[in-house]
């Protein structure tokens, strides 16, 4: 499964121009479930085509528009278009139909 860093100044032109699905996962370097994500996920069998990660530390703007209040806070984004939170333990079976059920809801612009 790709990977992409993200950044305060290139969230939204990756988002945007990346076809498919990415979950976005803001992350902190003091959060464990965040280290256990980044080191687990990528090995997960999700309905996606990338992982987008983002350090919340170092990148607060990025984080105040996404509304970031917890670690990790993950989010789908289709083909630059926004599909909300998503809200789910960190196991395969729970974030692939968080994943789904987002993809159903209606699209919107990106934060």
């Given at each position: 499964?790709?990977?992409?860093?993200?950044?305060?100044?290139?969230?939204?032109?990756?988002?945007?121009?990346?076809?498919?699905?990415?979950l976005?996962?803001?992350?902190?370097?003091?959060?464990?479930?965040?280290?256990?994500?980044?080191?687990?996920?990528?090995?997960?069998?999700?309905?996606?085509?990338?992982?987008?990660?983002?350090?919340?530390?170092?990148?607060?703007?990025?984080?105040?528009?996404?509304q970031?209040?917890?670690?990790?806070?993950?989010?789908?984004?289709?083909?630059?278009?926004?599909?909300?939170?998503?809200?789910?333990?960190?196991?395969?079976?729970?974030?692939?139909?968080?994943?789904?059920?987002?993809?159903?809801?209606?699209?919107?612009?990106?934060?």
């Open positions: 499964m790709n990977s992409l860093e993200l950044t305060d100044f290139d969230i939204d032109h990756q988002l945007l121009e990346q076809p498919g699905v990415s976005v996962i803001f992350t902190g370097a003091g959060c464990a479930s965040c280290r256990w994500a980044r080191r687990e996920l990528p090995g997960f069998e999700l309905p996606i085509d990338r992982l987008c990660w983002i350090d919340a530390g170092d990148n607060g703007g990025a984080a105040q528009r996404y970031v209040f917890h670690l990790p806070a993950m989010f789908v984004v289709r083909d630059g278009q926004f599909h909300g939170p998503l809200h789910s333990r960190l196991t395969a079976s729970e974030l692939g139909a968080g994943v789904k059920q987002a993809l159903r809801s209606n699209a919107e612009e990106l934060p």
